[in-house]
C-alpha cells in the first residue's frame, strides 16, 4: 500500500527461490512487484507460473501461516468472524490474477490482451459472497478502461455505464471510491474530462470515512502519524485536478497542484510527479510568467530523464496516456520565447535521445565497443543496480547518495563506452560541441515538429539561429509529394516539390551561404526526400552536397577517417530468397560490376548471399554492399530486416535488433534495396531502423534508399556512385551519381530515393 515494491520484490524474492515450486499465496506478490516496477521481463514468467497454480487448483491467496506470526492477534478476530459468517479465511486468488495481468497488459499498450484478461476476471466469480460486489466493481472497471484505451469507445462506454448502476450504499460505502476511480479513469482515457471530474467531485460519505479512519488505525497509520491510504490517495487528486485543468478551472487545479507539490511523498511517484510538473508549467506560461514555466518544465525533464526506463505509460495507473514528448516541445517553445535559442537547441537533442532510450529500454544484449568490455560490462551493472536502488530507497539523504552514486556510474560509463551509455541513458551534446564539429564550408540545419509550428535551427561553427517555420499541412503535404515522387512519371511531383521547398527551405535561403548540408529531420520529414526539392530553377542536390544525422549529438561518434581493413568492397548480391518473383536481375549484375577492377574485393550471389558469410567476413571489409530486398517493419522497428538467403545456421533475416549486437569495422555500407532507409519514429522521433542499426554497429555511413526502387536505374546509380568514390569524398560521390542518373532517368523515381547518413568524407 506505501508502493515500495523495490522491498516487496527484496521479501518475495527470499520465499520464491523457483518460481515452478512456489505456492500462489507465494508467488503472487513476487509477481504484483515484478510488474509494478515494470520488469515486465520477469513479470511476465511470473503471470505464466501463476496461471498454472491456479489451474491446477492452487487459487489460496491468503498466507495463514506467515500472518500468524505477524498479527497473532489480528488473526484470531479474524478465525472468529470466519466461524461467526460460516466463511473462509483463504482467498481465491483467481479473478485478482486476471485484473493484475490486465493492468500490466494496459501498461505495454497491449489493449486486446487486457480485454480479454479483464473477461476472463468478470467470469472469475470470487466463492465469498462478501466479495462479489468489490470484484464486480473492480474488473467492470478494468475492462472499461481497457476498451476505452484500445479506441473501443462504444464498448468503454456501454461498459462504463453498467458500472455507474452498481449501488455502493451500505454495506458497500467503502467501495464506492473505487467505483468513481475507475470511472473517472475510462473517461479520462476517452478525452472526456467534464464527466471524468464529475466522478471526481462526489463526495465521500461519512460511513465510508469512518470506515477508512478505523481501518487506518487498526493497521498502525496514526501510530506512523500518515494514513495508510495517502500514497494511493495521489493520483486520485492528480485526476481531480488535471480534470479541473482541462475543463478551465485553472485556478482551483493550480492550488491544487501546489498542495501535491508540497507533500513528500508525490516526488518518489515519478509517474504522477513529472506531470504535474508539466501541467504547473502550463498554467504558468498561460499566466504570462514564463521564467517559472520553463524552471516547471527543466524540473519535469529531470524527472523523465532519471528514471530510464521505470516510467512507461501507466496507463493502468491513472488512465491518462501523457505524452512526455510534449514536456519538451512546450519547453522547446518557452525557450525560443525567451530567446535561448542554444538551450532550445539542445532540449530537442535530448528529446531524441529520450526517445530512443524509450524504445530500446527493454534491450540490454548490446555490443561493447571499446578496449575495456569487461570493465563496461561492470559499470552497465552498476548503473542498473543504483537505479534499483534508487526505487527502492524511500526518500531523504539514502535516497540522495544513492542517486549520487547512479550519476557517478552513469559518467564513468559515458567515459569508457560514450556510444553505449547514449543508449541507456538520456545524453546530449552542448551547441558549441556541435558547432565546433562542423566543417568550415558546411551548414547544420535542424527541424523540429512543434505543433502547427515547425522550427528549424541553423548552425555553422560560429552561430546558431532558429526560425520558426509554417507546419501546417506538412504531413499531408510530404505524402503527396512521396506518393509523386516513387510514381514514375507522376506529374505532380514538381509543382509538390517547388511547395515543399517554399516552406521548408525558401525562408532559410538569406542564411544558405556553405556548399554542404547536414539535415536532421523530424516527424514526416524523416520520410521525404530532401534532393528533389526544387526552387523552380534547380534541384537542392543542384545546389548543395546533402547528408542527414539521426541527431546532431551522433556527430563525435563519426569515424572520420577510414578503418584499416585488408579487404576493400564486399557485395552480396540477388540472394536466393525462394521465389522467383524476388530475383533482381539488375541488382546481380550491380554487385559484380562494382567488385571489378577493385583489389582485395569478393561479390556474393544467390546461395552465398547469406547471414552466415555476413557475419563471418563483414568486419574485413572498407565497403559493405547489399543487393537485395529490405523489409521495413513499423509496428516492431528492431524486426526491419534486410533480406539474406537462409541458412543452416541463421533464417536470412539481417534485423536491426541483430546489428545493436554486432561490431563491424566498414567504412560506408550502401542498402541498395527496398525501403532501407525507412524507420520507426517514435513518439519523440528518434527513428530506430537499418540505418540507425549500422551506424550503431560501427558503420561509418550509410547510403539507403526511401522507397521501392528501380532495379535497372539503381544499378546504373550505384556503379556512378562506387566510380566517383574514387576521386571524391562520399557525399560528393553521391551527389554526382544522383546527378548523373537524372541526365538518363528524369524523374525523381529513378535518383532520389537514395540518402547518405553518417561521416561524409
Keep these: 500500500m506505501a508502493a515500495r515494491y523495490g522491498d ?70 479474524a478465525r472468529m468472524g470466519s466461524r461467526m459468517s460460516n466463511t473462509s479465511l483463504e482467498m481465491d486468488f483467481t479473478p485478482y490474477f486476471y485484473v493484475m495481468r490486465a493492468e500490466t497488459y494496459m501498461d505495454i499498450g497491449e489493449f486486446d490482451k487486457a480485454i480479454a484478461d479483464a473477461r476472463s476476471a468478470i467470469a472469475a466469480k470470487p466463492r465469498e459472497p462478501r466479495r462479489l460486489r468489490s470484484h464486480e466493481i473492480t474488473t467492470l472497471g478494468v475492462l472499461a478502461l481497457a476498451e476505452a484505451l484500445s479506441g473501443k469507445r462504444d464498448a468503454a462506454l456501454a461498459d462504463a455505464r453498467k458500472l455507474e448502476a452498481i449501488g455502493t450504499e451500505s454495506p458497500y460505502h467503502l467501495f464506492a471510491i473505487d467505483k468513481h476511480f475507475w470511472l473517472a479513469k475510462t473517461y479520462m482515457a476517452l478525452g472526456d474530462y467534464p464527466r471524468a471530474l464529475h466522478f471526481m467531485e462526489i463526495k465521500e460519505t461519512a460511513d465510508a470515512r ?68 508539466f501541467d504547473r508549467g502550463r498554467i504558468a506560461a498561460g499566466e504570462g510568467d514564463l521564467p517559472s514555466a520553463i524552471d516547471f518544465y527543466r524540473r519535469a525533464v529531470d524527472i523523465i530523464e532519471q528514471q530510464r526506463s521505470t516510467i512507461n505509460t501507466e496507463t493502468s495507473k491513472i488512465g491518462f496516456v501523457g505524452d512526455k514528448q510534449d514536456v519538451y516541445r512546450q519547453l522547446v517553445s518557452a525557450l525560443i520565447d525567451a530567446g535561448d535559442i542554444a538551450g532550445a537547441f539542445e532540449y530537442v537533442e535530448r528529446s531524441k535521445s529520450r526517445a530512443l532510450v524509450d524504445l530500446l529500454a527493454g534491450k540490454q544484449d548490446f555490443v561493447i565497443h571499446g578496449n575495456s568490455p569487461e570493465k563496461v560490462e561492470a559499470l552497465l551493472a552498476k548503473v542498473e543496480l543504483a537505479d534499483t536502488a534508487q526505487l527502492i530507497q524511500e526518500g ?91 510514381t514514375p512519371d507522376s506529374p505532380e511531383a514538381a509543382p509538390l516539390s517547388r511547395q515543399l521547398y517554399q516552406q521548408l527551405v525558401a525562408p532559410l535561403s538569406p542564411q544558405l551561404t556553405k556548399a554542404k548540408l547536414t539535415l536532421i529531420a523530424h516527424g514526416p520529414l524523416h520520410y521525404m526526400p530532401f534532393a528533389a526539392l526544387h526552387d523552380g530553377q534547380a534541384y537542392l542536390v543542384e545546389r548543395f552536397a546533402l ?163 528501380d532495379d535497372q536505374s539503381t544499378a546504373f546509380l550505384m556503379m556512378r556512385f562506387y566510380e566517383n568514390l574514387k576521386h571524391t569524398d562520399k557525399r560528393e560521390a553521391l551527389r554526382l551519381a544522383q546527378l548523373e542518373t537524372r541526365r538518363k532517368y528524369a524523374h525523381p523515381f529513378y535518383w532520389a530515393a537514395f540518402q547518405l547518413t553518417g561521416a561524409a568524407r
Excluded at 507465494?26 to 498454472?52: R, V
Excluded at 485553472?250 to 513529472?274: C, F, H, S, V
Excluded at 559518467?411 to 563506452?417: A, C, G, I, N, V
Aim: proline fraction near 5%; charged fraction near 25%; aromatic fraction near 8%.
Design 210 to 277: 469512518r470506515s477508512r479512519e478505523s481501518a487506518n488505525q487498526l493497521l498502525g497509520g496514526n501510530a506512523r502519524g500518515e494514513s495508510i491510504w495517502e500514497f494511493q490517495m495521489l493520483p486520485t487528486a492528480f485526476m481531480r485536478h488535471k480534470s479541473q485543468l482541462e475543463v478551465g478551472r485553472t485556478a482551483e487545479a493550480k492550488q491544487g497542484y501546489d498542495e501535491l507539490l508540497a507533500k513528500p511523498k508525490i516526488r518518489e511517484n515519478g509517474e504522477i510527479y513529472w506531470r504535474i510538473l
Design 396 to 486: 531523504g539523504e539514502s535516497k540522495q547518495k544513492t542517486r549520487s552514486s547512479a550519476l557517478e556510474a552513469r559518467e564513468r560509463l559515458r567515459q569508457e563506452s560514450p556510444q553505449l551509455a547514449s543508449l541507456v541513458s538520456v545524453s546530449s551534446l552542448k551547441a558549441p560541441e556541435i558547432q565546433s564539429l562542423l566543417a568550415p564550408d558546411e551548414m547544420l540545419i535542424e527541424y523540429y515538429a512543434n505543433g502547427p509550428d515547425l522550427i528549424a535551427f541553423v548552425a555553422t561553427k560560429a552561430t546558431l539561429n532558429a526560425v520558426k517555420l509554417d507546419g501546417k499541412a506538412l504531413t499531408e503535404n510530404v505524402r503527396r509529394f512521396r506518393k509523386a515522387a516513387e
Design 8 to 77: 516487496l520484490e527484496k521479501h518475495a524474492s527470499q520465499d520464491v527461490q523457483d518460481l515452478s515450486n512456489a505456492r500462489t499465496y507465494k508467488l503472487a506478490p513476487l509477481c504484483i512487484a515484478y510488474a509494478k516496477q515494470k520488469k515486465y521481463d520477469k513479470a511476465f514468467p511470473c503471470f505464466d507460473q501463476l496461471e498454472k497454480n491456479l489451474k491446477r487448483g492452487d487459487t489460496n491467496y491468503t498466507d495463514i501461516e506467515q500472518q500468524e506470526k505477524d498479527s497473532p492477534l489480528i488473526m484470531s478476530l
Design 547 to 709: 547528408r542527414l544525422l539521426p541527431s546532431a549529438s551522433i556527430l563525435p561518434f563519426l569515424r572520420q577517417s577510414p578503418p584499416s581493413t585488408p579487404g576493400d568492397l564486399l557485395a552480396f548480391g540477388n540472394p536466393d530468397l525462394g521465389n522467383p518473383h524476388y530475383d533482381l536481375e539488375f541488382a546481380q549484375k550491380e554487385a559484380i560490376t562494382i567488385t571489378q577492377g577493385r583489389p582485395q574485393s569478393r561479390t556474393l550471389l544467390r546461395k552465398d548471399a547469406n547471414e552466415t558469410a555476413f557475419r563471418r567476413y563483414a568486419g574485413n571489409f572498407r565497403y559493405l554492399h547489399f543487393a537485395t530486398h529490405g523489409q521495413f517493419n513499423a509496428d516492431a522497428p528492431l524486426q526491419s530486416a534486410l533480406m539474406l538467403t537462409g541458412d543452416s545456421q541463421s533464417d536470412g533475416r539481417l534485423t536491426v535488433d541483430k546489428l545493436y549486437s554486432m561490431r563491424l569495422n566498414a567504412d560506408l555500407v550502401t542498402l541498395s534495396a527496398c525501403e532501407t532507409g525507412l524507420g520507426k519514429v517514435a513518439s519523440g522521433d528518434d527513428v530506430v531502423g537499418l540505418t540507425r542499426g549500422f551506424l550503431y554497429a560501427g558503420a561509418s555511413t550509410i547510403v539507403a534508399s526511401l522507397w521501392q526502387v
